[in-house]
């Protein structure tokens, strides 16, 4: 199996995983456990959890200056600023339609990639964005693309979650410290999370047991965990090796699925206008993910 194919198997599994993740913030939601809180404890046990290989692997690295800020940078902008985003506004849109946003993603990592000299200026690829973008209009204007008309401002809220996804497609691929185990990455990402989540948490809302708010919360963060610890190791594997426009591919798999599982858990059907937005954001994607790959030096 060659590189590109095996990075597109990991991708589907990751993207599969993300695209849940909107139902476990549902649960959330529904249980009455504060966002900060959630966010720290998944990543708490997330960091637990990918410690356990970091000790019996004995091994050691040294980081540069740049490395360090790499961890708490992309822990902002690549997992709280995302799922917080989303968790936060979980009860105010449709499942299925919170993984729209992410949609953006691969336009945002383009102009970034292209900002920092990461990608070539490509006509084809500005046209794909101005196609995500139409999508999203689908979705913000008509009063019907959504059950509660009102609710259509949080999407233009929930678009710092593709921008902050973009964003740390960049950390990845200029920052990630050289020849480390994906498994070490995930391990310091997900500890950096936990330490600004803790203070985070403390300050707004004293320290919260997650399993104090019931079988929904404890589901909703154990499903949470899973996702993010999988997801991230995938992160590191496949950025160093194809980039980071590539891996923002990730979004075909997480609207699709996303869609699936809302309907799965929650019997959620799309409107007719979520319809259009979704094919103007694949098509939209299919372009601006199109002769990507070659990275110029930087």
Not at 37 to 46: Q, R, S
Not at 105 to 133: D, N, Q
Not at 264 to 274: A, L, N
Request: positive net charge; aromatic residues 18%; hydrophobic residues 60%.
């Amino acid at each position: 199996m060659n590189k590109k194919n095996f990075c597109y198997i990991l991708l589907l599994i990751s993207g599969t995983g993300f695209g849940s993740v909107f139902i476990a913030n549902k649960y959330v939601a529904i249980s009455g456990l504060p966002t900060t809180a959630y966010l720290f404890w998944f990543t708490f046990v997330g960091s637990a959890l990918t410690l356990i290989p970091v000790l019996l692997s004995k091994k050691k690295y040294k980081f540069s200056f740049l490395s360090i800020v790499h961890f708490p940078a992309a822990a902002s902008l690549g997992m709280l600023v995302p799922f917080g985003v989303v968790a936060s506004i979980a009860d105010k849109l449709p499942a299925g339609v919170l993984t729209l946003s992410f949609s953006l993603g691969p336009a945002f990592t383009f102009l970034l990639s292209f900002f920092f000299r990461m990608e070539r200026f490509r006509y084809i690829k500005i046209f794909g964005i101005i196609l995500g973008f139409i999508g999203v209009c689908f979705i913000v204007f008509p009063e019907t693309s959504l059950p509660n008309p009102e609710s259509a401002p949080w999407i233009i809220f929930a678009l710092l979650a593709p921008i902050g996804a973009a964003s740390n497609n960049i950390i990845v691929a200029k920052l990630k410290p050289p020849n480390v185990s994906p498994i070490f990455l995930t391990f310091y990402l997900l500890f950096s999370a936990t330490i600004i989540m803790f203070v985070i948490m403390v300050i707004n809302h004293g320290f919260i047991f997650f399993w104090d708010y019931g079988n929904l919360a404890i589901l909703g963060v154990c499903w949470a965990t899973i996702v993010q610890v999988i997801g991230f190791i995938i992160m590191y594997i496949i950025i160093p090796r194809v980039g980071p426009v590539f891996f923002s591919q990730i979004a075909y798999v997480m609207i699709f699925s996303g869609f699936l599982w809302a309907y799965i858990f929650f019997r959620e059907v799309p409107s007719i206008w979520i319809i259009f937005a979704i094919m103007f954001m694949t098509i939209g994607l299919i372009f601006t993910n199109s002769n990507e790959k070659k990275l110029i030096n930087f």
